[in-house]
């Protein structure tokens, strides 16, 4: 069994900054990309950064020059670090990892984490 648990949303004004972080446990045999996706309300969930097992990062025009995406490979966890939220960032942020267990390789996704930017 995997488990993905997001952490770091919550309420943060325009301007400011946030990080999440999706952690996976269970019994894992190879991580390859990591991404972050996002879901408005009204809107279809769209891919937003990317990270590859080489380190190599994408990102959606919308969020490139303000969001980071990392990966730390011994904890199984990817990071966003959000930087000059504006309001339109505003979503449900997913974390999906592309994962290799005992009887495959698949994708697993998060449970979402609220971000919220509002004055």
């Known amino acids: 069994q995997v488990q993905l648990v997001e952490s770091g949303g919550g309420l943060v004004q325009p301007g400011g900054s946030l990080r999440l972080s999706c952690a996976a446990s269970g019994y894992i045999l190879s991580i390859y990309s990591m991404a972050w996706y996002r879901q408005a309300p009204g809107k279809q969930r769209e891919e937003i950064a990317s990270i590859a097992s080489s380190g190599s990062p994408n990102y959606a025009d919308a969020v490139k020059g303000r969001f980071t995406i990392s990966r730390d490979n011994a904890k199984n966890t990817v990071y966003l670090q959000m930087s000059n939220l504006k309001p339109e960032d505003t979503a449900v942020y997913y974390c999906?990892?592309?994962?290799?267990?005992?009887?495959?390789?698949?994708?697993?996704w998060g449970q979402g984490t609220q971000v919220t930017v509002s004055s």
């Open positions: 999906k990892l592309d994962l290799r267990i005992w009887n495959g390789r698949t994708d697993y």
